[in-house]
């Protein structure tokens, strides 16, 4: 199911006091939320998001809910990698380690578009953005372990599939396929990362949040939102939206799991293409090949 009308509740009285915790698009939406609850458990939050004064407000609400006055935010667009990779240097630089890493933000059926880099502009922000910003801080990650890279996916992903012959919908686009296939791609990413991190006290894991309503429904046709509407009973808010996130990034019971997906703060199961190593392997190899990287 793509989401649950009876979540049980989770709560958790872990404490981040002297973690540092990233998060991206944590101006809004189940982002900021996952960042205010970050705070409330004495983390370091540095809130990476595109648009700056939105970013500033946030962090203004977050401090105020909050009582942690170490809240920050840096500029971070997901569509332009240099946009990345100073974010990126400005993090390696200036912190001395990186506990948590939230992969949040993302774009969702918006109408074609290409990021700066020439990339479709869903599979561009939600996978390729991520997979360079995570590749760029690794290092320091890996030094900060015990550490965990969460990246929220979506049950959408088993709709998709992995168009490695023309991975920026670039002969044809639907906007919902061109979703799917980034979502898959945030799990298939977290399968083969986990293999990757196996020993370095860095664990990984994806997931579906739940059907939220967030600012990512801005681009759905009248139809769609009137779909919306009627199944809005059914949905979360963003507060709910966030806690499998939390509880990703969190839960002291994950601490020797890796690598899988996950919903409702719950193992969860994903696709079968999100399950296959050989598919895998292709889209990271097409990845540091397209971001000009290399990852071993």
Not at 22 to 29: I, L, P
Not at 282 to 295: A, E, F, V
């Amino acid at each position: 199911m793509p989401f649950s009308l009876f979540q049980r509740p989770w709560s958790s009285d872990a404490r981040l006091d002297d973690k540092t915790v990233v998060v991206t698009g944590a101006n809004t939406g189940i982002g900021k939320e996952t960042a205010l609850d970050l705070a409330k458990r004495g983390a370091k939050v540095i809130m990476a998001c595109r648009d700056m004064e939105k970013a500033e407000a946030a962090v203004k609400e977050v401090i105020e809910q909050s009582g942690n006055q170490n809240v920050t935010c840096m500029k971070l667009d997901l569509a332009n990698s240099k946009s990345i990779r100073e974010f990126a240097e400005a993090i390696n630089t200036g912190e001395t380690k990186l506990n948590i890493l939230i992969n949040n933000a993302g774009v969702m059926v918006c109408p074609y578009g290409k990021t700066a880099d020439g990339f479709e502009m869903q599979i561009g922000v939600n996978h390729f953005g991520h997979f360079l910003l995570t590749h760029l801080l690794i290092d320091l990650i890996k030094k900060s372990a015990p550490a965990r890279i969460v990246t929220v996916s979506s049950w959408a992903h088993t709709w998709g599939s992995i168009n490695l012959e023309d991975i920026n919908s670039e002969k044809s686009y639907n906007k919902r396929w061109a979703y799917s296939q980034s979502k898959l791609a945030n799990v298939l990413f977290t399968r083969s990362l986990a293999k990757k991190l196996e020993g370095t006290g860095v664990t990984t894991y994806a997931l579906h949040p739940g059907l939220v309503q967030t600012e990512l429904w801005r681009h759905m046709n009248p139809f769609q939102r009137a779909v919306m509407t009627v199944v809005s009973p059914f949905t979360k808010n963003s507060v709910q939206g966030a806690q499998t996130s939390i509880y990703c990034a969190v839960e002291p019971k994950l601490e020797k799991e890796s690598g899988g997906y996950y919903s409702d703060c719950a193992p969860a199961n994903c696709s079968t293409a999100a399950k296959d190593d050989n598919l895998a392997q292709k889209l990271w190899d097409l990845s540091c090949q397209m971001l000009s990287i290399t990852w071993d």
